[in-house]
């Protein structure tokens, strides 16, 4: 063998076993699981330290939960909040919640540790590479998937606005079950997180709802809908719903995206509206596809088969 002959085969082998070592690494991610952070720790330690002064206050709370996370805290979304007068609010408006957060805070743990598993097994193809929080989040959300300063991405779980949403009693596997599916759903078909249409946004919101409640079947659609109100509204206003949407069926209008997934929507259908429709629709789909098929669907033949469950669940004539 020549010496450029003998230099090609060494280049190949470190190749190899360059990819061979990614695979394996790729491996050990998925079957560890998400990263986790755990934030409450720390703010329970700043509840229990005595603070002098309002000055005192925000030095603690900025030592303990804000400066340690700059990759959580230092995101768009919290910019009011972390002024002096953005953490002297907050404080103020957590107190009510404090002991079903303590209670919530301790279970979390052992509570999503089994909806993990179940979600690694039903998706074994899921690239792990995430990192799941723990937080308060300044009552600005339950549960919601972010891109972090550091590029990760991260589901982030708001212990605060689980309470402040949905009690102390919430049920942690399904939220946990919703919101990793979101990443998840974005690591295999991240065109559908691309498409600004009211639909787009139905499939996305509608299928996390229906992953959810496949992964923790004891659980009941008050559960799984996250809303105990909208999962007990008038069965007969699903085919409303469905014919209200389809007038909106590709609307990018953001008023258009409240009316049908807000909390705060008021107006003549139940707020969040959406998430019904959107689960409806996937139990209609759910009937042709298994899980990790539903998640790659795309294109105008996603299209067609959401407009037509639509046009089911809304007792519209096809030709109309």
Sequence with gaps: MSTKQGLRAFVFSLTVIAAALALLHAARARA???????????FWAFESAPHTSLS????????????PNPDIYGLPEFRRNVTEDGIENYLQKVQPYLPA???????????????????LTAFPDFDADVTVVYLPSFMHFDGQT????????????????????HGGDADLGVLFSHELFHAYHNQ???????????????????????????????ASERVVMLDARLA??????VPDIARSFLQKFDSTSDDDGKEFFNYGYAGPLPPRSGYLLGYRVCQELGKKYDLRALARLGGDELRTQIRAAIVKLGGIPPAL
């Design 32 to 42: 560890a699981g998400p990263r986790i952070v755990d934030v409450m720790p720390a």
């Design 56 to 67: 005192a206050q925000d030095a603690s709370f900025r030592e303990l939960v804000l400066d």
């Design 101 to 119: 957060m303590r209670q919530l805070s301790a279970q979390v743990k052992g509570e999503v540790s089994a909806a993990e598993q179940r979600f």
């Design 146 to 165: 972010a891109r972090l300063r550091n590029g990760k991405l991260a589901v982030l779980f708001g212990i605060d606005g689980i309470v402040r949403f």
């Design 188 to 218: 295999v078909n991240p065109g559908i997180f691309k498409q600004q249409a009211l639909y787009a946004q139905l499939w996305q919101e509608g299928l996390a709802t229906y992953v959810s409640a496949q992964l923790n079947p004891g």
């Design 232 to 237: 007990d509204a008038d069965p007969g206003l």
